[in-house]
């Protein structure tokens, strides 16, 4: 059954680390599209899924490579708009008969270009531009090594920049667009319209919103679980809290939620959370105490991947031995978004670089014997939230900021022990306690204290202290992929200090880590 009625877009996906981004900014103009992976869009999948447009991503390889991966022969004749970015714009030309040269390290002497540029226009206007160009040149984000040197025919240049000749290229005759830049980005600023222009001229109506995600969800769910039980992962987060919901909405009583307290959880978490999804949402909820399990098997461990990989590997063992107590349990529900996905592989097995083994999609076994649901994996934070209010979570909750499903293990850099952990959910909880009584909790993407590896000294009354050291982490962002720190002022970064100090015993030090993200990742591990 298919069950989308909507005009969709597909995006062709070349393997590159924000892929995903298109598909976002697809949808802040409320269409609908699909992304997938290069190896899997053969010409039947292509005329099967019969897609209004298609949007080639960038990728990290070379068309000059041979085997290099390429689009589908017959998008070329479908006779719908397409947009190339990137490697996409590269593909494009050397199907259609243009000529891209290699970057230097691929002995071609392409020019490269990474970061900032900027783009001017040529004297003619196109409909894809209308808008783009708000002064003389406009900003835009490059990251690529080769560059066309030929164009395909057809094809005339309506932007250029001083690295690359052809930023801005298309056929109007056959609505083939192409742009060397990554128009996806926040660093191309206007890069939003440039989606808008091409949504619009492909004829989308913009009849794609959150609701219309939640019933296909839905659908989806029920299509793939049919009359079988399903065990949900709680972590006590946003995410799987909004997964367990959709899920329920879709099989009901077939859903038995399992919240695994592992020992890294904040402060009075566990009753917290168990509390509102029993009385609050009616849902089944099993409480498993697996703090000595996991705690032990930490113990003596600090390197995060092991870390990671440990905790990732008893959460599976931990929902196996409840799923083996729950008649007919087939599925494992997770709460798992598109940004642990794309760190981890990237989207749908494409060829993207692994930066942290995300404990929800890097641990799992092979043969774990069950099924995997995860209906949230394309979603970022926000969408998520979005989601949480169409299925009538509370406010309160949905606004949570984010908690990862390693929890407190990952900000505990180095050995974990249940003295550091004691300590870190003390300051933590006076710290969100602060963030909160100033107002700024609403405005802060992500906030907690991390307890470091170091004792210092210190002067406390008359005496010395030799306690342990933390960092204040917040940080603003849209969807966790890229992020900067929160700016606190003076006064409220000196009072937190002072109070942590003061009411959590085993810190005589506070620090306020500045690292955005890149850089940084946004978690210590
Ligand atoms: P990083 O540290 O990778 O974090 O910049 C980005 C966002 O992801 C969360 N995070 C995780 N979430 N499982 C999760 O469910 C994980 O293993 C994991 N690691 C990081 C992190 O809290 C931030 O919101």
Not at 242 to 260: I, K, P, S
């Amino acid at each position: 059954m298919d069950i989308i009625e909507h005009d969709r877009l597909l995006i062709i996906d070349f393997g590159s680390q924000v892929t995903q981004l298109i598909a976002r900014r697809l949808r802040e103009q409320n269409v609908f599209c699909e992304i997938l992976p290069y190896q899997i869009v053969t010409d039947d999948v292509l005329a099967e899924m019969a897609p209004k447009a298609v949007i080639l991503s960038g990728g990290p390889d070379s068309v000059t490579r041979e085997g290099s991966p390429r689009a589908p022969e017959s998008l070329w004749t479908m006779g719908i708009p397409v947009l190339g970015i990137c490697y996409g714009q590269q593909v494009m030309m050397e199907q259609l008969g243009g000529k891209v040269l290699g970057g230097k390290n691929t002995g071609g002497g392409g020019t490269a270009e990474f970061g900032r540029a900027y783009v001017t226009p040529t004297e003619e206007r196109i409909d894809l531009l209308a808008g783009w160009f708000l002064g003389e040149k406009e900003q835009a984000w490059m990251s690529h090594g080769d560059h066309v040197a030929k164009l395909a025919p057809g094809f005339k240049v309506y932007g250029t920049s001083p690295n690359a000749p052809f930023a801005v290229t298309a056929d109007l005759e056959r609505n083939f667009y192409a742009v060397q830049f990554h128009p996806e980005v926040h660093h191309t600023p206007n890069g939003p319209t440039l989606f808008e222009n091409f949504v619009r001229l492909a004829g989308f109506t913009g009849d794609w919103t959150m609701e219309a995600y939640k019933d296909i969800a839905i659908e989806k769910i029920r299509e793939q679980v049919g009359d079988k039980q399903v065990i949900c992962a709680l972590s006590g987060g946003v995410d799987s809290s909004v997964a367990a919901a959709l899920l329920h909405e879709a099989v009901g009583d077939q859903l038995t939620c399992v919240f695994v307290d592992h020992g890294l959880l904040r402060l009075n978490e566990a009753d917290e959370v168990v509390a509102m999804f029993r009385d609050h949402m009616n849902l089944k909820v099993i409480h498993a105490d697996e703090v000595d399990l996991f705690l032990g098997e930490l113990e003596g461990q600090s390197d995060p991947e092991t870390k990671r990989k440990i905790i990732g590997r008893l959460f599976i063992d931990v929902f196996q031995k409840y799923a083996n107590e729950i008649e007919g349990a087939e599925f494992l529900a997770q709460g798992t978004l598109y940004p642990d996905v794309i760190e981890s592989v990237s989207f749908s097995g494409g060829p993207s670089v692994t930066i942290k083994s995300h404990h929800n999609v890097g641990g799992l076994p092979e043969k774990m014997g069950l099924k995997l649901v995860e209906p949230l994996r394309e979603l970022f934070k926000d969408e998520v939230r979005a989601l949480g209010h169409e299925l009538g979570l509370p406010s309160s909750f949905i606004g949570r900021h984010p908690f990862p499903g390693p929890g407190l293990a990952i900000r505990c850099p180095g050995e974990i022990t249940r003295e550091k952990l004691e300590i870190l959910r003390k300051a933590d909880a006076v710290y969100i306690d602060q963030i909160r009584r100033h107002g700024l909790y609403d405005e802060i993407w992500q906030a907690f204290v991390a307890i470091l590896p170091v004792r210092t000294v210190g002067v406390m009354g008359d005496g010395r202290t030799y306690d342990f050291a933390c960092a204040l982490r917040a940080v603003t962002s849209v969807d966790g992929m890229t992020a900067d720190y929160y700016p606190f002022s003076h006064e409220f970064l000196g009072e937190t200090a002072t109070r942590i100090i003061n009411e959590v015993p085993g810190i005589n030090r506070v620090t306020y880590d500045i690292t955005s993200k890149p850089p940084g990742t946004i978690e210590w591990e």
